[in-house]
């Protein structure tokens, strides 16, 4: 589909769809800050008991057991990910956006310990966390791509994203970030 089709189609000039989506790839990814807001918000509101990378855990069962409607996760989203995974374009968009919001997420781990936005324990913990949710997201997606099974592929996320955030707490044992407020 071209931009001029989807122009078209949305009755609206080619302008007017690069004034909204810089790149054709960013139509396909049109959630993308979306999730960034859940993320942070689920750092910014966790419970006084609760470290921000154990916010992110329990996010990721919450996404799960409650099919939140903007992320139904290994529902819809199999015929997304399929097309994602075939094209290099959107391969490589999706890997800019990775990159892009590992620091952004940095910045509000730092930010809410006090540290600056550079904070290179802030980034090792955004990197760990979104590395366990891409790896458990493309696992739980060839289990639904191979199998059919959802519940199979809830399960191997989950499972995922739970030793993810054992690991990333053993990584950052002995920092600010793990401070429960």
């Known amino acids: 589909m071209t931009i001029d089709e989807i122009a078209e189609a949305a009755d609206v000039g080619r302008m007017t769809v690069f004034n909204h989506f810089p790149r054709k790839e960013d139509m396909f990814f049109d959630r993308e800050q979306e ?3 859940l993320a942070f918000d689920a750092i910014r509101s966790r419970a006084p008991s609760t470290s921000p990378i154990q916010a992110l855990g329990a996010l990721a069962h919450q996404m799960v057991e409650q099919r939140l409607k903007a ?9 997304f990910v399929e097309t994602a995974q075939a094209s290099e374009a959107l391969k490589a968009r999706a890997r800019q956006m ?12 730092a930010e809410g310990v006090g540290r600056s936005a550079d ?6 913990a955004a990197a ?5 949710w891409s790896i458990a997201f493309t696992r739980a997606h060839t289990e639904l791509s191979d199998t059919g099974n959802v519940e199979a592929a809830k399960d191997i996320f989950l499972r ?3 030793r993810g955030v054992v690991g990333t707490h ?8 793990l401070e429960v407020v």
């Not at 992320?71 to 015929?79: Q, S, V």
């Not at 990775?98 to 781990?109: I, P």
């Not at 904070?119 to 090792?124: I, K, R, S, T, V």
């Not at 760990?128 to 366990?132: F, M, Q, S």
């Open 35 to 37: 999730g960034h807001d």
């Open 71 to 79: 992320f139904p996760l290994f529902t819809d989203t199999r015929r």
């Open 98 to 109: 990775r990159d892009d919001f590992v620091r952004a997420l940095a910045g509000v781990l």
């Open 119 to 124: 904070d290179p324990e802030a980034a090792l």
């Open 128 to 132: 760990l966390i979104a590395a366990t």
């Open 160 to 162: 995922l994203i739970d």
């Open 170 to 177: 053993a990584a950052l044992e002995g920092t600010p970030l």
